[in-house]
T-cell receptor, first 114, second 111 residues
Framework: AQSVTQLDSQVPVFEEAPVELRCNYS??????LFWYVQYPNQGLQLLLK??????LVKGINGFEAEFNKSQTSFHLRKPSVHISDTAEYFC????????????FGGGTRVLVKP | DVKVTQSSRYLVKRTGEKVFLECVQD?????MFWYRQDPGLGLRLIYF???????EKGDIPEGYSVSREKKERFSLILESASTNQTSMYLC??????????FGSGTRLTVV
């Protein structure tokens, strides 16, 4: 079965500092990769996705992620965070064994401190 | 934008009750999904549906069933609620896996 590992459950970061959220997946076939954000008391919102093409994907709110096939990773980065980026972030994968379903990682809670 | 509406934001039910969680989408999507979200476990797929009256088990279907009588509505049913089903439940829909949208969630507490 496909699996997604988010290596950090919580990431505290100061405002205007950079942040990187790590995501690794297990699959030997082509996959689609996603990052979602969940603000407090809200549903999930798509930040960005990798379907094909350029391995550097830019999303909303200044986030970007890089697909690394050899390392089966899809790490999310932002060069300068704001207080409003405090949220939970989920990496997800589909394709391969997952077919037309999304398999999620355990989530990373980002707390931006002033 | 996909609009996925979950009928209840918060629910409190008693152990053994039959519970219905309703989800409606307004985009004529074939695919609909029910996930549960628990701290540290992320989202886990309970059931999904590719068409009316069609359903498939996800990763954690035990204790749940679903109903899809109309294309826009996908219901999750807890036949006999138990305390370990206390969770956040998220519905999603989409035509392609690349364009799935989520509802705001239903936080269910079973006492």
């Amino acid at each position: 079965a496909q699996s997604v590992t988010q290596l950090d459950s919580q990431v505290p970061v100061f405002e205007e500092a950079p942040v990187e959220l790590r995501c690794n997946y297990s699959s030997s076939v082509s996959v689609y990769l996603f990052w979602y954000v969940q603000y407090p008391n809200q549903g999930l919102q798509l930040l960005l996705k990798y379907l094909s093409g350029s391995t550097l994907v830019k999303g909303i709110n200044g986030f970007e992620a890089e697909f690394n096939k050899s390392q089966t990773s899809f790490h999310l980065r932002k060069p300068s965070v704001h207080i409003s980026d405090t949220a939970e972030y989920f990496c997800a994968v589909s394709g391969g064994a997952a077919g037309n379903k999304l398999t999620f990682g355990g989530g990373t809670r980002v707390l931006v401190k002033p | 934008d996909v609009k996925v509406t979950q009928s209840s934001r918060y629910l409190v039910k008693r152990t053994g009750e039959k519970v219905f969680l309703e989800c409606v989408q307004d985009m004529d999507h074939e695919n609909m999904f029910w996930y549960r979200q628990d701290p540290g476990l992320g989202l886990r797929l309970i059931y999904f549906s590719y068409d009316v009256k069609m359903k498939e088990k996800g990763d954690i279907p035990e204790g749940y069933s679903v109903s899809r009588e109309k294309k826009e509505r996908f219901s999750l049913i807890l036949e006999s609620a138990s305390t370990n089903q206390t969770s956040m439940y998220l519905c999603a829909s989409g035509t392609k896996i690349s364009s799935i949208g989520f509802g705001s969630g239903t936080r269910l507490t079973v006492v």
